[in-house]
């Protein structure tokens, strides 16, 4: 589903003219960073086939990416490790990954549209959109920023962790990565708060699997 843009336009004819939108990837993963996106789209943006990152296929995310960078008139990217994940807890971190990307805008928005999650403190408007890549250009767009941002990241760190099939699962509780993780233990870019990750050597996944 392609987003109309419906909530930019009247946002536009409110008044506002530089609207970001701000979502984040890799939520849900068990290893590997958060990475979070703002971005500000012109009005006249021209990014066909542009919707939420997930319904596209990599080479899709890949072409938009390179297309959203060339028009977009301003962009962040926040990365949060595995390590600052255990420490502050995935909300807070996702909270604080999406406050930042917006104040890391090197133009200063006047109104936010984020993906999910009200987001307090911030100086500028802000409203949460449930699925709101599905609904707002702006989010959509920074979804497929931060999705191929960070699965290029995950990529690159499958090269050493070969094991775990990074380039594949990117961090997220496939099968293949539960076993994996029984086989091998976790890595130093897992997230070890997260359940079952820091007992990975021990974990039987035949028996998670019925439970």
Not at 141 to 162: N, Y
Not at 164 to 182: D, I, Q, S, V
Request: with cysteine.
């Amino acid at each position: 589903m392609e987003p109309d843009g419906r909530i930019e336009t009247r946002l536009y004819d409110a008044g506002f003219r530089m609207v970001a939108g701000v979502d984040e990837t890799g939520r849900g993963a068990l290893a590997g960073p958060l990475v979070t996106c703002a971005v500000i789209l012109p009005p006249d943006a021209n990014l066909p086939g542009l919707t939420d990152s997930k319904l596209l296929t990599r080479a899709q995310r890949e072409t938009l990416a390179e297309q959203i960078k060339a028009q977009a008139l301003a962009m962040s990217l926040v990365k949060i490790p595995p390590a600052s994940i255990d420490s502050r807890g995935l909300h807070r971190s996702n909270l604080r990954a999406l406050r930042e990307a917006a104040m890391r805008l090197p133009v200063q928005p006047d109104y936010l549209l984020i993906d999910g999650y009200p987001v307090a403190k911030t100086p500028f408007p802000a409203l949460a959109i449930k699925k709101g890549d599905q609904v707002s250009r702006a989010i959509a767009a920074a979804s497929v920023v931060a999705k191929v941002t960070r699965d290029a990241l995950m990529r690159g760190l499958h090269r050493r962790r070969k094991h775990y099939n990074f380039a594949e699962n990117k961090g997220y509780g496939t099968p293949e990565h539960w076993r994996a993780l029984r086989v091998h233990g976790p890595s130093d870019v897992h997230r070890m708060s997260f359940a079952g990750v820091g007992q990975g050597a021990l974990f039987d996944f035949e028996e998670m699997e019925l439970v």
